[in-house]
């Protein structure tokens, strides 16, 4: 579909009514263990597969475990490598940090040619801003210079403890044209934990406002999208 770029996970693409708009901003959003980081890795891989070019910045998880968990799904990145850039920043590392994404990843995006760029998580960037106005700034600068690079830009980012419905900072949902919201739904008989999905805002296009169960399995994410919680 021309203007579409497949997100690469079977059933949200069909959510997403043919995938993410080119060149937009997509948050994902959720607690600890939904899946944010599985997410990130397809849409890179699916990218990969494309012949397209993908930067990939990782402030949690260290490269060789990036690397471990592609190697585990059968996904061989490094088939990829000359258009693979996955980069590992230290988020205690602050001036290193927000030197690498604020002024070195434009030139990066433009010297490799990346057409979908991953942050993963935005939330620890943000968390580098301990004045909440500098934080807003720094985010929205942010944002504006990112819509100048025509690539794909997929951020996931932490929700609040005690609240799964929001991002830690509240920022990027707003900031994001497509947010999608990732989240634990217990079982009414308190057995088993599901995870869902839900589309919650997709600017310029229509999309599904169902909220569907999905499974990480061995080798990628499955949304359920026929299927109905409830
Ligand atoms: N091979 C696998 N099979 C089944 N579930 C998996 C597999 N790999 C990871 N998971 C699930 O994914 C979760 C981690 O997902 P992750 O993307 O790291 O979450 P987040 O980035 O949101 O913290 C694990 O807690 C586990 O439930
Ligand atoms: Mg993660």
Known sequence: MAGRVKFGVVGLDEMLHG?????????????????????????AYEGLNRGEKVIYISLEEREELL??????????????????????????????AINSIKSELPALIRSTGATRVVID?????????TDESIQRQEMFGFIEMMRDEDCTLVLTSETDVRDQNGSKYGLVEYLADTVILLRYIRSPGLTEVHLALEVVKMRRSPHSREIKPFEIQEDGIMVYSEASLF
């Open 19 to 43: 995938g993410l708009l080119r060149a937009s901003i997509c948050a994902i959003v959720g607690t600890y263990g939904t899946g944010k980081t599985m997410f990130a890795l397809q849409f």
């Open 67 to 96: 690397r471990a968990t592609m190697a585990q799904k059968g996904w061989d990145a490094k088939v990829f490598d000359d258009r693979f850039s996955l980069l590992r920043l230290d988020p205690t590392d602050f001036n290193l």
């Open 121 to 129: 998580p935005i939330s620890l960037f943000e968390g580098l801003f």
